[in-house]
């Protein structure tokens, strides 16, 4: 089903565009879903969250926007994805704290419209392989080690240029005033 | 501040993920929509089993009166109100036997949705487990030739402290606009009973029709239809309080297959369904019902340039305003089908329909 069209019929409440939904992103969301779970999590707890991924969507068509489809759903992908983990026990990520304030946004969550630009622009800024490795690891929660493996480098090489993205990053966001 | 945390409104699509393999979109597609909430007519129906199990789930209508309920179920704000939309006193029971009173009614053109309470309900009638328990047995309209063309009761919620049970009885209606009162009787079939025929009458209902309005924008503008060589024109859009309708000349079937020549009731057939299928079929698979039903669908799709223009300046396009796209019948001189609003519309506050890059301004019918 073409995307504007479909759109139109999941905010108008029509169950056969949720189909055709979960028809063309399933794969999309699961392959999200298991990166993040990486071993954790069998194939249930897959599809179970892609579900979950899919009733979102539906209860929210109405912050779907034609071109935005996928980003939206990947999002919302990785975010029930890391809510999983994190109801699993305290996540292992030594390398995620920066030591700064928290953003200043309405709710103390998420960072508004311009200051996600800004932060995209702080990591596009990183240039590669230091951006892929950085989203790698803070989005989809791949480990040093998954990412040495996909990326043909040391474990010790990937850590280093973590260090130093998150540097760069802490810097562009002060820079920025986000921080 | 965690860096996993920035981003979770972050759109991230450009690092290749390794496909996942194995996971069933069938056992997706069965998770959500097990969880999907039933809806009809943009409510909530709840269908349990036992009659224990009902009691206990409709309990959630105490701390809400059953005109907050009625309202609530109607789809109108708790403090709006609407001329079309009048509210009742209920009457007190003389004894205890179950007693019907009027608690609100809301009137169109060419419905009505009454509720109803039942006082003194027997245990059985607590229960949804019947199909149709409630009926309508006679009715009149007063002065009027106006003609009961449907009629739906449904169960809304069984009030536990009130010992009341909450009906929604939906009408069709043709031609109401003369009739100034509506009277009926309300019966309920016990399902043991049904196979020899006994009926409880559980008494007469009798409700003032308020003075109907309607608002009409004339259009005459072309509209293609959206799955075939083929083009219509639409004449007119009527709003209601509830529901808005399109009237249009479409060219017949008949015409529509003779143009097409042979294979046209496959060609007409496949252009429809074969949307709604992953693998297509072939146009030969089809009959001519496939092909006539592909055919009226065919034009009562929601579509892209459609918008209502309120007073104070909004504008709210089809897709946020109706909610289900439900034919109303007719075929006369074409076709006429309507859409239900989510929502209640005060008439008085709209201004114009937008269609097709112009303005079309709604006038009262008289």
Same mark, same amino acid.
């Given at each position: 089903m073409e995307e504007a069209r479909m759109l139109r019929r999941l905010k108008a409440g029509k169950t056969d565009a949720l189909d055709a939904l979960i028809e063309q992103y399933n794969g999309y969301v699961c392959t999200i879903i298991r990166t993040v779970l990486g071993a954790q999590g069998t194939l249930e707890d897959v599809e179970e969250l892609a579900s979950d991924v899919f009733l979102a969507i539906w209860n929210h068509a109405d912050a779907l926007w034609s071109g935005k489809v996928k980003a939206y759903i990947g999002a919302t992908a990785r975010n029930r994805a890391r809510s999983f983990l994190r109801s699993l026990g305290p996540m292992e990520m030594d390398l995620d704290e920066l030591p700064l304030a928290s953003p200043e946004t309405p709710e103390g969550d998420a960072l508004n419209r311009e200051q996600q630009q800004l932060l995209r622009a702080a990591v596009d800024a990183m240039g590669e392989p230091d951006r892929e490795i950085f989203l790698r690891y803070y989005y989809y929660y791949q480990t040093t080690t998954e990412i040495a493996a996909l990326l043909g480098r040391t474990p010790e090489n990937i850590r280093l240029r973590l260090c130093r993205g998150r540097e760069r990053l802490k810097n562009h966001l002060q820079k920025e005033g986000i921080v | 501040m965690k860096i996993t945390d920035l981003f979770q409104n972050y759109e991230e699509l450009t690092i290749q993920l390794s496909p996942v393999e194995d996971v069933s979109v069938k056992r997706v597609k069965e998770l959500v929509h097990k969880q999907l909430p039933r809806r009809k007519r943009g409510k909530t129906v709840l269908l349990i089993a036992a009659v224990l199990a009902l009691v206990s789930a409709t309990a959630c209508a105490v701390g809400m009166s059953l005109w907050e309920r009625a309202k609530a179920d109607v789809g109108l704000a708790p403090d709006k109100t609407l001329p079309e939309y009048v509210e009742y006193d209920l009457e007190t029971p003389e004894d205890r036997m179950p007693t019907v009173s009027l608690v609100s009614a809301l009137w169109t053109n060419t419905e009505s949705t009454i509720y109803l309470s039942v006082n003194n309900? %027997?245990? !059985? %009638? %607590?229960?949804?487990?019947? !199909?149709?328990?409630w009926s309508v047995g006679t009715i009149s309209f007063s002065p009027s030739d106006a003609q009961l063309t449907g009629c739906w009761i449904e169960q809304v919620a069984y009030d536990e402290q009130e010992h009341t049970v909450l009906l929604r009885c939906n009408l069709s209606v043709k031609n109401l606009g003369e009739a100034e009162t509506c009277s009926f009787q309300l019966r309920w079939t016990p399902f043991y009973r049904v196979n020899n025929g006994t009926t409880l009458d559980i008494g007469t209902v009798t409700v003032e029709v308020p003075k109907l309005r309607q608002f009409r924008a004339t259009v005459n503008a072309p509209y293609e239809n959206p799955y075939l060589d083929v083009e219509g024109t639409v004449l007119a859009f009527d709003v209601y309080a509830n529901s808005f309708r399109v009237t249009m000349e479409v060219p017949t079937f008949d015409k529509v297959c003779e143009a097409l020549g042979e294979d046209a009731h496959g060609t007409i057939a496949a252009a429809y369904w074969n949307t709604w299928k992953d693998e297509p079929s072939d146009p030969s698979d089809f009959d001519v019902t496939d092909a006539w039903l592909a055919y009226d669908r065919s034009w009562r799709e929601p579509w892209d340039d459609f918008a209502i223009c309120y007073k104070d300046g909004s504008i709210v396009y089809f897709e946020d305003l109706a909610y289900e796209a439900t034919p109303i019948y007719e075929e006369t001189n074409g076709l006429s089908f309507g859409y239900e609003f989510s929502q209640l519309q005060d008439l008085a506050l709209l201004k114009s329909v937008y269609y097709h890059g112009q303005e079309f301004f709604l006038k009262p019918v008289e």
């Open positions: - | 309900p %027997m245990i !059985e %009638m %607590m229960s949804t487990r019947q !199909e149709y328990p």
